[in-house]
């Protein structure tokens, strides 16, 4: 069906593909070590896929005296499963346990005291099926292995059949149709050493909440429904953000080529910039990132930070009609 609701914004594309054009990456947040614990190998793909595969939906995941928040808590409760040797991370483990019994592992461990009626993250039921489903899987058809089941697509994405973006869906984590989790979780593979793709043109861009929003902000995309326009800026609860998010997807390949920075990486510039400098705040007023340390600069090696390095291109800096906009507001475990 065509979608009417919403437009690409070429020219606003190629302003802000301009400039992240000369941006570059720091390298050590690729070295951080989440990408290389001190564990074996198949301890690292299990605590990446199992790390992915709960990703989603954590705007209440918080350790305030670590000054940890959303993913990078994540990532810091499972390289301690991982360095521990949780059984959580061992898929026969999770194929044999209760929700309940995952819960009471998950509970401390994503406390700040590590007092389980402290924990901070939500939604532990579905999380927890998530993690048991997969492990069933896992365990039944890929000798409990999660390298076997990442090994078993010969680096590809699309291959008739058994590409990862072919087998990934068969775990309910993995379900999305847009493969956000899919690709967020060949992202960190391939940054830890751990695979290579064979087929890079058929990524599809990593789309999550905080992007969708700075793209809708910066006038990528141009909501030209009025309802949806009025919904996104009310935050009401949508059936589906289908619409938005396909134009997302098309805004970023498009960015993706004309700045010359890989597709996967698009994440890392416009998910910090929504993160820390463009959320319930934004540096463009207020002149101060909601994160401290700021998401953006850990990623983005930049000298001034002062002002947002998009308000020259940037609509909703000029327009607060699109600065008020919001993500979509779903229900969802995809992302």
Known sequence: MENTQTRLNPDVCENVAQTIKGLKLRTDFYNR??????????TKFRMNFFAVAICHQTYKLQNLPLNLFGWDYLEYGFVRFAKLNSPILDPQFLAHSTVNEVIEILRPAFSPDEKPENCTLDRLDERAELMIQAGKLISSD???SVKNLICSADGFLLHQGKGLYEILPHFEAFADPLQKKSTFLIKLLMEANLLKINDPENFIPIMDYHMQRVLM????IEIVDETL???LINRE??????VVRNRCIEAFKL???ISGHPVTKMNDFFWSLGRSCCNQTTLCQARV???NPCTFTQIIEINDHSHCIFE???KGFRQSDYRNLWQPVIETHYY
Do not use: F, H, M, W
């Open 312 to 314: 020259p291109v940037c």
């Open 217 to 220: 902000r910066l006038g990528c």
């Open 229 to 231: 326009r009025r919904k």
């Open 255 to 257: 960015i993706a080529v």
């Open 237 to 242: 609860t949508l059936p589906s953000d289908e």
């Open 289 to 291: 990132c909601e994160k």
């Open 33 to 42: 070590e989440y990408l290389n614990p001190a564990v074996d190998e198949e």
């Open 142 to 144: 890929y000798q409990n």
